[in-house]
C-alpha cells in the first residue's frame, strides 16, 4: 500500500525539517473506535472497515490527526512537540480516488494558543507556497469557539448547543438544524417501545432495546454508532423537539453566521455583534483578537486570510481555529484546526492542546500540471 511519492514531496520534508516538526510513521490499519466516535458524521460513513482475528474493528486510516495523537499518548513522548507526516489515507466514495496521500504537521502541547494557531497557519501557507510558487492562495478562517460561544450568550438549551456545534461545518446539517429550531416538527419514535422507553427516560433499557434489533438486523455494532450512542441521540432528539427558538434570538444567530469579514478587521466586527445583540463572547474574543495579531506578525499576504463566522470543518474534534486554504474556486489545498479535547478522549492522562493541518497533495498535483 505504498504509493508514489510526488517530486514535491521532498520540498515538504525539507519544510518539515526547517519548522522541526519530526517525521511520524503511522500505521496504516488502526483501530476504528477512535474514528467511530470523534470523526464527524461525514467522514464515519466513508471509512474502510475490517474486523481483527478477535473481533476488534479496524479500518485504514482516513486521516493522521487521531493516530498521530494516539502514537503520541503510547509513546508517553513530551511536550510540546511537533510531528509531520506524509502517507497514503483511504475514504470511500472520494472524488479523485479513494487512496490518496496527505501531509502535514499537528503541534501538540504548545500551551501559547494564539501563536500556535497563528504558526500552524503560517507553516500551511509557507508549504503550499512552496510547492505552488506564485499560485494565489486564499485563506478562510472560522472559530468553533465563537460559534459555541454564540449559542451559549443566547440561552440555548445545553442539547441544543450540542446538536448545532456538531452541525457546524455542514451548511446542509447546520441549515437543517436551524430549520427545526425555528419550527420543531412532532416525529413519532420508530416504534411504540422506544417512545415509551423515551419517555420514562429509561436509557439502559433502550440501549437494550436497540442492540436487540441492531442484532436482529445483523447490524454489528462495529457497523456504526453503538446502542447506548443511539439511545443517547434518541432521548436528546425527544428533548429537542421540545424547544422552541424566540424570533429575535434566531435572527441573532443568523445574523452572527452571516458574518464574513478580512482578519483584520474581524475581531471589531465580532466586538459589534456582540454590543448590539448582548451576546457574550467572553474569552473567545479574546483569543481570537490575540491569534489575529499573531497571524500578523507572521507577514501573509494583506487581504489573503477573511473570516467567515459559518465556516467550520466536518471533524468532531475540533475546538476553537478552523482554517482551509483555496487556490481560487479548487477543492481545499489545506484543512485544519484546533483539537485541545482530543487527546484526553484518547487516553491522555492529563489535557494536552493541539493544532494541526493537513495538505492534499493530488489536488497539489493538479494545479502544478496546470501551471505547467
Not at 90 to 101: N, P, V
Not at 173 to 191: E, F, I, T, Y
Not at 342 to 370: C, H, N, Y
Request: charge should be negative.
Amino acid at each position: 500500500m505504498t504509493a508514489r511519492l510526488p517530486a514535491f514531496a521532498a520540498d515538504i520534508l525539507a519544510l518539515f525539517e526547517e519548522r522541526g516538526a519530526g517525521l511520524a510513521e503511522v500505521a496504516v490499519l488502526q483501530p476504528a473506535d477512535p474514528f467511530l466516535d470523534m470523526a464527524g458524521e461525514d467522514l464515519r460513513r466513508r471509512i474502510f472497515l475490517t474486523e481483527s482475528e478477535t473481533g476488534e474493528a479496524l479500518c485504514l486510516r482516513p486521516e493522521f490527526t487521531i493516530p498521530v495523537c494516539r502514537d503520541h499518548i503510547a509513546a508517553r513522548a513530551g511536550t510540546p512537540r511537533r510531528y509531520g507526516y506524509l502517507g497514503q489515507v483511504f475514504r470511500q466514495r472520494r472524488e479523485g480516488g479513494a487512496e490518496f496521500l496527505q501531509a502535514g504537521i499537528e503541534d501538540l502541547g504548545e500551551t501559547g494558543t494564539a501563536e500556535a494557531d497563528a504558526r500552524s497557519v503560517a507553516d500551511a501557507h509557507a508549504l503550499l507556497s512552496r510547492v505552488l510558487p506564485g499560485v494565489p492562495l486564499a485563506i478562510t478562517l472560522g472559530d468553533q469557539r465563537v460559534f459555541e460561544a454564540v449559542l451559549a450568550g443566547l440561552g440555548l438549551p445545553r442539547g441544543w448547543q450540542k446538536r448545532l456545534a456538531r452541525a457546524f461545518g455542514s451548511a446542509e446539517q447546520l441549515g437543517a438544524a436551524l430549520d427545526d429550531l425555528a419550527n420543531p416538527v412532532s416525529r413519532a419514535a420508530p416504534d411504540a417501545t422506544i417512545a415509551a422507553l423515551i419517555a420514562a427516560g429509561e436509557r439502559d433499557r433502550l440501549a437494550a432495546h436497540v442492540a436487540a434489533m441492531m442484532e436482529e438486523a445483523a447490524l454489528p455494532p462495529s457497523a456504526g454508532r453503538s446502542p447506548q450512542d443511539i439511545a443517547q441521540r434518541l432521548i436528546e432528539k425527544a428533548d429537542l423537539r421540545s424547544v422552541r427558538l424566540s424570533a429575535d434570538a434566531l435572527a441573532a444567530l443568523k445574523r452572527f453566521l452571516a458574518i464574513r469579514a478580512p482578519l483584520e478587521d474581524a475581531a471589531a466586527v465580532l466586538a459589534a455583534f456582540a454590543g448590539e445583540t448582548g451576546v457574550s463572547l467572553g474569552d473567545a474574543l479574546d483569543i481570537f483578537t490575540a491569534r489575529a495579531t499573531a497571524i500578523t506578525g507572521h507577514g501573509l499576504p494583506q487581504g489573503a486570510i477573511v473570516y467567515d463566522a459559518g465556516f467550520g470543518r466536518p471533524l468532531d474534534y475540533y475546538t476553537g481555529l478552523v482554517f482551509e486554504i483555496r487556490s481560487g474556486g479548487s477543492l481545499p489545498l489545506v484543512g485544519g484546526g484546533r483539537y485541545d479535547r482530543l487527546l484526553t478522549m484518547l487516553g491522555a492522562k492529563a489535557p494536552i492542546p493541539g493544532v494541526g493541518f493537513s495538505v492534499w497533495l493530488d489536488r497539489i498535483a493538479a494545479l502544478r500540471e496546470q501551471q505547467a
